[in-house]
Nanobody, 123 residues
Framework: QVQLVESGGGLVQAGGSLRLSCAAS????????MGWFRQAPGKEREFVAV????????VVADSVKGRFTISRDNAKNTVYLSLNSLKAEDTAVYHC????????????????WGQGTWVNVSS
């Protein structure tokens, strides 16, 4: 099993920045990818970004490309999401995800989920 704990969310003004962290524990050596989804009130979960754990290659959603960056620190078993030039439409709960076998843009493609951290962007 793998446990994921997010941190770093909060209230920020439009145009501002935040950095989210996700610390993984448990059987982390078996992980293939870690990443982020988000869910705004009344909307479906949306793919944000994912990073391959060993080779560090990334996939980022077009809706946030150029503003959000995903990175990881293997020594700390932590993945980060840097959010820049935030907009009101970025307001959502951001969930960390992980999987041992595949990279997917679908939410059902991930075995492990964190509880989420709120990002609230005021306009």
């Amino acid at each position: 099993q793998v446990q994921l704990v997010e941190s770093g969310g909060g209230l920020v003004q439009a145009g501002g920045s935040l950095r989210l962290s996700c610390a993984a524990s448990g059987r982390t050596r078996s992980l293939y990818v870690m990443g982020w989804f988000r869910q705004a009130p009344g909307k479906e979960r949306e793919f944000v970004a994912v990073i391959r754990w060993k080779e560090s290659s990334t996939v980022v959603a077009d809706s946030v490309k150029g503003r959000f960056t995903i990175s990881r620190d293997n020594a700390k078993n932590t993945v980060y999401l840097s959010l820049n030039s935030l907009k009101a439409e970025d307001t959502a709960v951001y969930h960390c995800v992980a999987d041992r076998e595949r990279l997917s843009r679908r939410s059902d493609g991930y075995d492990y989920w964190g509880q989420g951290t709120w990002v609230n962007v005021s306009s």
